[in-house]
C-alpha cells in the first residue's frame, strides 16, 4: 500500500506545484510576469485528483485517506516557499 | 458568501478573533498534545523500552488466562478484558459493573492481574475500580500523562471532556467563519508569505495554513468534539431516552454479541486458536479480547483487530467459547450493519491516524502541526493588528511563552519519567510534576527578556537541547541502548531515538541561524 500511496501522490504533488508555478496571483503578488505558456489547468486537475479516484477505486480507503492527508500538507509547502525570480520568469 | 455585507463579514471578523483569542491558548494545547499523542503506543514502547517483545498475543494466552480466571468466584466472570501492555505483559481483567460509591457512577470492579506473558507469573495484582488507577493497566507513565492531557487537559471529569469538547467545536466554527471571512480561498490558495514582516506577511501565512488545512480542522474538530461529548453527554441522554437510564442496558445493545441466556457449565475452548484465527481472517493484529460469561454454554469471545490492510476501522470477530467456532464479524456498533455504524467507525482512524501505521501517523503529526501553525499565526495576526496597545503586547508575549513553552514542558515531563524510573520513584506522579516543573524555565525568560526575537531563540535552544539530551538520559537512566534495541528486535525506540536528535539539531540550527531582514515585495496582492 505504502508505494501506491507514494506513487499516487508523487503525481498529484507534480501537478500541484506546475498548478503553484503558473497561479497568476501568486505571481503577480511576487511581482513576476505572467505565466507565458498557456496553463493546462484542466489536463493538470485531471492528474491532480486521478489517483484520489484510482485508490478509491481500488478499494484502498487507508491509501486514499493518507493520499487527502499528505496532499494537504505537501500543497501547503508548495505554496509557502516563495517564487524565485529568476526561475518564475523563465515560465 | 457574496450575500454578507461588509458588516457582516465585519461582525464574523470579531467571532472569529474574539473565540480564538479566549480559547486559542487552550485549543493550542489540545492539538500539541493531540499531535504528539498520535504515537502514543511508539511513546508507550519507547520509554518503556527495556523487556523484549516476543510474538503475537495467541501464543501463551490460553494457559494464562486460565490460570488466573478458573480460581475466581463466578462473580468475576461476566466479563473478562485481556490485553497486552507497552511492556508485553499480559493484562487480564475479570470483572462486573457495579456502582461506584466514590464517583455515584457504574464502574468495572474485579481483580486486575499483571502477567509475564512467557512464564505465566502474576507479576502484580490489584482489586478494586480499576481504570481510575492508570498504573495498574498501563505501562507507560509518559503515554498515559500525554493522552489525559489531550482528552481532558488534566481537569477532573466531565469538566476536562467538556472543555475539549467545545475547543473542538471551536476549531469548527473557526474554520467555517474562517472561510466566509476569506471569501477568495481558491484564488489566494497559492499565495506565498509576502516578505518584509508586514501586517500583510502575517495575514499571508495565516490564510495559507488555515486554508490548506480546512477539511482536516473541519475534521479533527468534530471526531474530537465526537469522543468528548460522547461519554459526557451524548451517551448518557441516549441512555436516559431509549434505556431508562440504564447505561449498562445501552452499552449491551450497542457493542455486546446478541446471545440467548444458557447458564449450564460448559468447558472453554482454546482462546489462544481463536486469536489465531482471529488473526489470519482479518491479516492484522490483536488489540483486544473480551470474554462474556466465562466457563458458560452462552459465552461469547470478542477479539478487536487492527484494521487490515487498506481499511481503516478496527474488526469486532466474535467467536463461540465453548465451541471456539468462528461466528463473523460483528459490526463496532449495533448488531446488523448500518449508515451510522460506519460513520462511528471512522471516528478513531480519522481522528488520530491510526489505521496504517507509522504512514498514517506520520501524516496525521504533520496535520496536528499544521493545525497548531494556523492557531498560533491567527493568535500572532490578532495581536499584530493591535500592537500599538500595551495589554495586546503584553498577550503576545502570553503566546510566544505558551507556544514554545508547551512543548518544553512536554520535554520536562520525558526526562522527569525517565529520572523517576530510574530511581524508583513513581513516574506516574513525577511525570505530570516534570510537566510543571517544566514551565518554570519556560515562563521565567518570557519575563525577565524584553525581545521576542532572543526570547524565541533561547526557547529553540531549550527545545533542542531537550529533544537531543532525551535518549541520552533514557539510556543513562537504564533504558536499554541501541545495540540491545535492535537485537531484542525493538526498532521504535531507535527510530524515536534518532528522532529527537534530529529534531533537536534542527532546532538548535533554528536557534543559531541569523535573521535575515527581508525586503518587502515590490507589488500588493489586492
Keep these: 500500500m505504502e508505494l501506491t ?55 484502498d480507503s487507508a491509501g486514499f485517506t493518507i493520499w487527502i492527508g499528505g496532499l494537504t500538507l505537501l500543497g501547503w509547502g508548495i505554496a509557502a516557499v516563495r517564487p524565485k525570480r529568476n526561475t518564475a520568469r523563465s515560465g | 458568501m457574496k450575500n454578507l455585507s461588509q458588516i ?7 467571532v472569529h478573533g474574539w473565540s480564538g483569542t479566549i480559547l486559542g491558548v487552550l485549543l493550542y494545547a489540545v492539538i500539541v498534545t493531540g499531535t504528539i499523542a498520535v504515537f502514543a503506543h511508539e511513546i508507550a514502547d519507547w520509554s518503556v523500552g527495556g523487556t523484549g517483545k516476543t510474538d503475537t498475543l495467541s501464543a501463551t494466552i490460553d494457559r494464562n488466562v486460565r490460570a488466573v480466571v478458573e480460581p475466581l468466584p463466578e462473580k468475576y466472570r461476566h466479563s473478562i478484558g485481556v490485553w497486552k501492555t507497552a511492556r508485553s505483559e499480559l493484562i487480564v481483567f475479570p470483572h462486573f459493573h457495579t456502582r461506584n460509591p466514590e464517583t455515584g457512577k457504574m464502574e ?41 492531557l489531550h482528552v481532558q487537559l488534566y481537569i477532573p471529569e466531565p469538566w476536562g471532556l467538556i472543555v475539549t469538547g467545545i475547543l473542538g467545536l471551536t476549531m469548527m466554527a473557526a474554520g467555517v467563519s474562517g472561510l466566509v471571512i476569506h471569501r477568495h480561498l481558491i484564488r489566494d490558495l497559492f499565495v506565498a508569505e509576502r516578505s518584509g514582516e508586514r501586517l500583510v506577511s ?33 451517551f448518557p441522554l441516549l441512555a436516559e431516552v431509549a434505556f431508562g437510564g440504564d447505561q449498562e442496558a445501552l452499552e449491551e445493545t450497542l457493542y455486546t454479541p446478541q446471545v440467548n441466556e444458557d447458564a449450564r457449565p460448559v468447558p472453554m475452548a482454546d482462546l489462544g486458536q481463536m486469536v489465531s484465527r482471529s488473526s489470519a481472517t482479518t491479516g492484522s493484529n490483536t488489540g483486544y479480547i473480551e470474554i462474556m460469561n466465562y466457563g458458560r454454554a452462552d459465552s461469547r469471545i470478542s477479539i478487536w ?35 451510522g455504524g460506519v460513520l462511528y467507525d471512522l471516528m478513531w482512524p480519522l481522528h488520530a491516524g491510526d489505521f496504517a501505521g507509522v504512514l498514517s501517523k506520520s501524516v496525521w503529526v504533520g496535520l496536528g502541526s499544521a493545525m497548531a501553525f494556523v492557531v498560533i499565526s491567527g493568535l500572532r495576526l490578532w495581536v499584530r493588528r493591535r500592537e500599538e496597545q500595551p495589554l495586546w503586547r503584553r498577550f503576545g508575549r502570553v503566546i510566544t511563552i505558551v507556544a514554545y513553552g508547551l512543548p518544553v514542558a512536554i520535554l520536562t515531563c520525558a526526562h522527569a ?28 525568560p518570557g519575563l525577565l527578556i524584553s525581545d521576542d526575537e532572543p526570547l524565541r531563540r533561547l526557547y529553540r535552544y531549550l527545545l533542542g537541547g531537550g529533544c537531543v539530551l532525551l535518549p541520552l538520559i533514557r539510556m543513562a537512566t537504564g533504558g536499554l541502548d541501541w545495540r540491545a534495541a535492535l537485537h531484542a528486535g525493538q526498532t521504535t525506540v531507535v527510530s524515536v531515538d534518532i528522532t529527537l536528535i534530529l529534531l533537536g539539531f534542527t532546532l538548535i540550527w533554528w536557534a543559531q541561524r541569523p535573521r535575515i531582514a527581508a525586503k518587502p515585495d515590490p507589488a500588493p496582492a489586492e
Aim: net charge positive; hydrophobic share 50%; with cysteine.
Design chain 1, 5 to 59: 500511496v507514494i506513487v499516487a501522490l508523487t503525481a498529484s504533488v507534480t501537478a500541484l506545484a506546475h498548478l503553484a508555478h503558473a497561479d497568476p496571483k501568486r505571481r503577480r503578488a511576487f511581482g513576476l510576469p505572467l505565466y507565458a505558456k498557456r496553463r493546462r489547468t484542466t489536463i493538470t486537475l485531471v492528474i491532480l485528483l486521478l489517483p484520489g479516484v484510482g485508490l478509491l477505486a481500488l478499494g
Design chain 2, 8 to 14: 457582516q463579514i465585519k461582525r464574523l471578523t470579531t
Design chain 2, 108 to 148: 468495572d470492579y474485579g481483580p486486575m492481574f499483571r502477567m509475564d506473558r512467557g512464564t505465566g507469573e502474576v507479576l502484580a495484582r490489584h482489586e478494586g475500580f480499576a481504570f481510575l488507577n492508570a498504573d495498574w493497566y498501563r505501562a507507560s507513565a509518559l503515554e498515559n500523562f500525554l493522552v489525559d
Design chain 2, 202 to 234: 502575517a495575514r499571508d501565512r495565516h490564510v495559507l495554513a488555515a486554508s490548506w488545512g480546512l477539511v482536516f480542522a473541519f475534521l479533527l474538530g468534530f471526531t474530537g468534539s465526537f469522543f468528548s461529548f460522547a461519554p459526557t453527554i451524548t
Design chain 2, 305 to 339: 483487530q487492527e484494521p487490515p490492510a487498506r481499511q481503516l476501522s478496527w474488526v469486532h470477530n466474535v467467536f463461540d467459547g465453548g465451541s471456539g467456532e468462528f461466528l463473523g464479524a460483528k459490526p463496532i456498533v449495533g448488531q446488523k450493519p448500518s449508515i
Design chain 2, 417 to 444: 519519567n525517565f529520572l523517576a524510573l530510574a530511581t524508583g520513584a513513581n513516574p506516574f506522579w513525577w511525570t505530570p510534576a516534570g510537566f510543571l516543573i517544566g514551565f518554570a524555565p519556560c515562563i521565567l
